[in-house]
């Protein structure tokens, strides 16, 4: 083994372009596996670690309690399937905006309370951010983290109801259920008027919505007919903070994919390259006496000690990207504080990769590995470094009668020479190019999403109303003269106003966030995935995670809680890509559960040709309690997306150039003879360049030309797996981002990557001395 190291560790010294190369591709593709990894770990990891600890419920229940008895709600803890449960607690909807201090707890609207005697309950077991529970009739503890923006509420602050009612705030704490807003004792939660009954139950088959609803079926079988009006599941709330690292879990598995591709067909080439430049050498070692086997061995532990160099680096650099990325990734999400505590990189990523990228890497090697085995000394030393080349040079005579100049011509032939070597270049160059491709195409489709959700293409600017209940100034407009102002501006065209709120809908015990529109809706509403915008009242549209989190239907009828806590009946008629559950238009019936009772915003769709700048400056200058803003610009989410995408597909272009410099490299130094030969009859250094270059970029332009089409398709898979990873369903714009002179360059770009990385070796072959390189052989 000893000679087998030494023989191996004076190639590495020996070849050490190949060494670096293959070091960086290694170190490339370890940190995106441990980036993708990451990501894959914390779609369910932290989650389950933190659920199971506070022993969330697998489904929070609401019973009507005019239909059941408490009794018979206790006896639903004993059935089949179910392994803990607590309650019966009573629920208190309050239908009206709940002020803490002045200001509104979240949005206006719908406020639940639960009446709970403990927080350290069987299921559901609350974490006290800091405060103490509730123990008097007029105390209540406020579902809010403090790392949320607890601490900004102070401790004897008073929640006041519409109606008068007012509570002390006692404490904070943060359910891994989400079970309600806030909680109090039982007695006060039966004062403030509770209709409803809660469960908390856990089972023992709880990984999916069959098997919760089939165990629900059997736990309420024995209940009295319509006595449970709805139900709400931990899934749910897991998938709503998987979406953060689902949003990149597509796009950087495929980088994933192609850097790995990439990665197996350098060291092919490199191992390949090096068997067919060291004949000679191997037919030493075996006249040494080197076994077969030994032989096989100095080629893999050639390639495998670069690898594990650079495998080693690339963990350690992306273990702290893939840590930033999954905290990123939870960035804004409702009930992140569950997770972000266990976000760090799981300890089995680092063995996996370690281990498995070395072993790819020999595996890869390996077959080229096994052609120096096979070669007899005797054919190894007397094969030297002559060349086979009788295909590239009938192919370089039929150029040479083409009329193309003379570097050209030697230069297109070349490839022809080794046709292993250039397929597994040639297929180097289309994955970069797929990658280049790919990349761009997500990276439009980011930037059009956004535009999409904030419909820049339909609104210019928008304008905030200031309340003067959070201490702002008041406007001096009605909504109906904000309306007639806006209106009146030169340049506008279409006026729509919104409030956001949230209300209840009938058979779902948690909150629906709910946005009302009215004006101009159907000239500046977003795009829809399906069905059509609201014509009046009784429609509404709602987002993806709703559609799917409900599995509604277009058509199909829900029934909402209006500004006086009636309930009405409302027809779905579209889903939109993204924004809040439901959006309607019926003003009159819901707006009123707004803090102010009149619009939080407007939006404004101008002329073409008017200056947004100028027209929020007016607005702003016609009324100081107004804030208008140009509608604009790429958020931190999508900003931190495309930095991301740019960043792998930069690393992938240059790792697709270094297997094409090396290729280059192997390609010089195999024919010196030729290039000597042809420099002695007169052929200059820049014809050397042009010829050189002129090789690995018509292999790149092929290249271009397959990987264009590949990169598309690739991109028209992720996108619509980007929508399913975090629940949504996006509009089908988002794959219309080409044009066909962003396809021509793309196609041109494989070319770019060949010319790049035969470049600097071009050089050093046309500087070589014609003499020293014809005396050599």
Known sequence: MSAVWRASRAAVKRRRLQTFTLGVVVMVSSMMAVATLSLLAAISGPFDKAFNAAHGAHIV???DRAKVTETQLAQTAHASGVTEASGPYPLAVLNHPAMVGGRPIGLAGSFTAVGRDRPDSAVDKLQLSSGRWAAAPDEIVLNMPKDLGAQQIRYDSRVTLADGTSLKVVGYASSASNSADGWVTPAEAKALGATSEQMLYRFSDAGSDTALTKDMATATKDLPSGSLTGTSSYLGIKANLA???????????????????????????????????????????????????????????????????????????????????????FWGIFNNDLVLADTSVPAWIYPAVLIGMPVLVAVSALIPALKARRLPAAVAISAGSVQQTGRGLAVQRRLGRSGLPRPVSLGLGWPFARPGRTALTLSTVVLGVTTVTMAIGLSASVVKYGDVQKQTDRIQVSVAVDNPKFGQTAPAHSDDQLFALLRSMPGAVHVSADTPLQTRMAGYPGVVRMAVETGDTDALHPDLVHGRWPSGPGEVVVDSEFWHAHGAALGQTITLDDSDGRPRSETIVGETAGGWDITSTDWDHFAKLGPSGRA????????????????????????????????????????????????????????????????????????????????????????????????MAALGLVGGVVGVPLGMAVHRIVIPLTGHSTHLDLPSSLLHVWDWRMLALLGLSGAVIGALGAWLPSIRAAKAPVAEVLRTE
């Open 600 to 695: 939080a915003t407007f939006s404004v769709g101008l002329s073409k040709g008017t200056n947004p700048q100028s027209f929020a400056a007016a607005v702003r200058k016609a009324d100081p309690g107004i804030q208008a803003s140009v509608n604009g610009g790429t958020d931190t989410m999508q900003k931190v997306m495309v930095s991301v995408i740019s960043s792998l597909t930069v690393m992938l272009m240059i790792v697709a150039a270094l297997g094409v410099f090396n290729t280059v490299v192997l390609n010089t130094r195999e024919r010196r003879k030729d290039l000597g030969m042809l420099k002695a009859v007169g052929m200059t250094p820049r014809q050397v360049v042009t010829m050189v270059v002129i090789s």
């Open 61 to 63: 229940a609401e019973y």
């Open 243 to 329: 979406k953060g690292p689902g949003t990149y879990l597509p796009f950087l598995t495929v980088f994933g994919i192609l850097g790995l591709l990439v990665s197996v067909l350098i060291v092919g080439n490199v191992v390949s390259g090096a068997v067919v430049s060291g004949y000679r050498h191997i037919g030493v070692l075996k006249a040494l006496g080197f076994t077969p086997d030994q032989v096989t061995g100095v080629y893999l532990t050639m390639v495998t000690f670069p690898a594990v160099l650079g495998c080693a680096v690339g963990t350690a650099v992306g273990s702290v990207v893939g840590e930033k990325l999954v905290h990123q990734a």
